[in-house]
């Protein structure tokens, strides 16, 4: 419940959380090989989908941006869907731990203690695995520009 709360900040939402990731776990039907870890990643999952959804609803975006559309040419727009779909890829494709600290850090902006605090690792650990996000989100981006 810990981490649901340090996430959404509310505690009735991470009850709830809490409980749907409870009502995910006694129904999951393939094995889990790694119980704590499916847990944790259940309840992140759920939890910046749930943020997400009252930020939206609130009229707020997770950048601090403005949620209502700019007006944009059909080019502009599917440019804009295609660098998004790269970004999210490129998140997706990051190793768990890496993922992990990038979401908590940029889409929920909790801080680098806060984070070390709910994975259980260091402070250290945090920076060393943000580190690491940055530098293959930049390279994997990168690579990808190069060859479109």
Known sequence: MRLATAILRNDDDAKDICQETFIRYVSQTAPIYNPRAWLNRTVINLSIN????RLLHEGKHLFGAPTAP???TPEQSLIE?????????????????QRSVFLLRWR???SLSEIAQELKVS???VKKQLSRA???LTEALARKIEED
């Open 81 to 97: 869907q295609q660098r998004k779909e790269l970004i999210h890829q490129a998140i997706a494709d990051l190793p768990e731990g």
């Open 123 to 125: 402070v250290g650990t």
């Open 50 to 53: 749930r943020r997400k959804q």
């Open 108 to 110: 929920l902006g909790m």
């Open 134 to 136: 940055v530098t293959a």
């Open 70 to 72: 700019v007006p944009q």
